[in-house]
């Protein structure tokens, strides 16, 4: 049978995020969630076995956000990295994103890996065989550099092989750590690494940073339509959710050969790529980053693209788009990246 396409259930995208009742039968295709203010009492909870327990269930503000908003009090900026399609290059961005920032030794930044199922920023910082360290004050994140650190499940898992096949509240549970337990300390920039989509780490972490306050989010594409058509998915997200937009990125902008400098596009643009959807829906268009293989070649070697290779084309694109970023979140683009004028996008 073909799919229904009855009006869709309201997700709650304010719901608190609490232990999940332990249901007795799966979620309906348009379940509204069993921790939101509509379990139990939605159209689509009638005639479903959990509906009772879901009506039952104890509602009402999750009592460890304020212990969270008091843990990032002292982190200046937190960025949202986000991508509606897998395969963009978003963690890949991140880490280049955090090495830039940290250029700047006045700026202390961290990294959250909420990707839990497929968590490959400590591989790209070549941190992926530390562990976390437990101290009175909490989690100790794992530090890259003096002051740039990153915090992800992956420095859990018994074996770097090990698949993590979790359920939603889980996961939760796990993001709810990360901003909790772990002793972030003074920062000046937390970049957020999301999976791709919009699901249940993406709801997690916006129900937890709101009270904290979240600078926005940055939203990371490639130029083909396949790709864009995710991206307008996730800035849907990001204004029913609240989020502020800061900008959208074109990565694998055109090709860079490294011998001869000269550009290819490798993917054509085919409705005018990130550039025009900016346009469209009136979103600062923070840069384009063209391909370099030598990006690639950094992650696999948990290398700096950022500090190897300067004076790559791929690099100064990326030294324009952290300007950019800055000058959204309100601060001085020569202070955060210090060595060049910005460059009206």
Sequence with gaps: ???????????????PLKAAPKLVAPEPEHCPGPESKLAGEGDACAGCPNQQICASAPKGPDP???????????????????????????????????HAFASNAENTVGIMDTDICGPSIPKMM??????????????DPVWVADNLCVMSVQFMLPNRDDAVIWRGPKKNGLIKQFLKDVEWGEMDYLLVDTPPGTSDEHLSVNSFLKESGVDGAVLVTTPQEVSLLDVRKEIDFCHKAGIKVLGIIENMSGFVCPSCTHKSQIFKATTGGARR?????????????????????????????????????????????????????????EEVLPDGPIVSA
């Excluded at 073909?2 to 995208?13: C, G, R, Y």
């Excluded at 070549?126 to 989690?139: F, L, P, R, T, Y």
């Design 126 to 139: 070549g941190v992926e065989s530390d562990k976390i360290h437990i101290s009175n004050a909490g989690w």
């Design 64 to 98: 460890d956000i304020p212990l969270i908003t008091a843990r990032l009090s002292s982190i200046s900026h937190k960025i949202l990295v986000l991508s509606g399609k897998g395969g963009v290059g978003k963690s890949t961005f991140t880490t280049m994103l955090a």
């Design 277 to 333: 959807l900016a346009k469209q829906t009136g979103i600062p268009f923070l840069g384009a980053v063209p391909l370099d293989p030598r990006v690639g070649l950094a992650c696999d070697y948990g290398e700096s693209f950022f500090d190897n290779f300067p004076d790559s084309p791929a690099c100064q694109a990326l030294r324009q788009v952290v300007r950019n970023v800055a000058k959204q979140i309100g601060s001085d683009p």
């Design 1 to 15: 049978m073909a799919p229904s396409l009855e009006e869709p259930t309201q997700v709650d995208l304010d719901a």
